[in-house]
C-alpha cells in the first residue's frame, strides 16, 4: 500500500499540469515534471507509474472544472441571459487559470479523438452544455436567436482566440507602441458580455 504526501502529490500535478499544457501528452517529458515539481524521477514514479496515467489525473481535474462551469445552465432561478453571462465569466476565469487549454485541447483531439470523447463524457457528468441550452431555449421560444450554433462557435471563439493567439498579439501590441495585459483581457471580457446582450434577445 502506498504512503501518499497530499504536498508531494500537489506539487506532482501542479507541475505535470504545466508540463502537459505546454507540450501536450506526447511531448511531455516525466524527467521535466519531476523536475518542475522538485522531486527525483524515481519518487514520480512511485506515484505515478507512467506518464499516462499522470496525465489522465491532471486532464480529467481540469475537464472536470470546465464541466462543473456548466451546472449554472440548470439555474432555473435566473433568466437565461444572464446565466450566459455568468457561464462566460467562469468559462473566462477558468483561460486565465488554464491560459493553454484551448489550444491543447485542440492538440489532444487532433492527436486521439476517441480518447478525448470518453474523457468528455466521464467529466460531464450530465451538465447541460451551452450548445445545447441554447438550442432549447430557442426552441421553446425562452430566446430569440437567429442561429444557436454559430452564437456558441462566435462567443466560444472570442472567448479562447485571445489566449491562443496571446503570444501574437503580445508582438503585435508591442510594435505598435501598446500592451496586451489583464487591463485588455478585462476590456475584452467587457465586449463578449456586450455581444450577449446584443444577440440574445428574451422573447
Known sequence: ?????????????????????????????????????????????????????LFDKVFE??????????????????????????????????LEEYPQMALFLIKEVSANEALFIEKVEKSQKGNITLLKALLEARDSGVISVQDPLLFFVQLISMCTYPFVAKPLFTVIASRNGTNWNSAAIKAMRTSIHNFIDHQLNPI
Open 1 to 53: 500500500m502506498k504512503l501518499i504526501d497530499s504536498s508531494t502529490e500537489h506539487k506532482i500535478l501542479e507541475a505535470a499540469k504545466t508540463e502537459f499544457l505546454e507540450f501536450g501528452l506526447y511531448g511531455a517529458r516525466m524527467q521535466n515534471i519531476a523536475n518542475r515539481a522538485g522531486i527525483n524521477k524515481a519518487l514520480l514514479h512511485y506515484y505515478f507509474r507512467n506518464k499516462e496515467k
Open 61 to 94: 481535474s481540469a475537464l472536470e472544472r470546465y464541466f462543473s462551469n456548466m451546472d449554472i445552465m440548470s439555474d432555473n432561478r435566473l433568466d437565461f441571459k444572464e446565466r450566459v453571462h455568468l457561464l462566460v465569466d467562469r468559462f473566462l476565469d477558468f
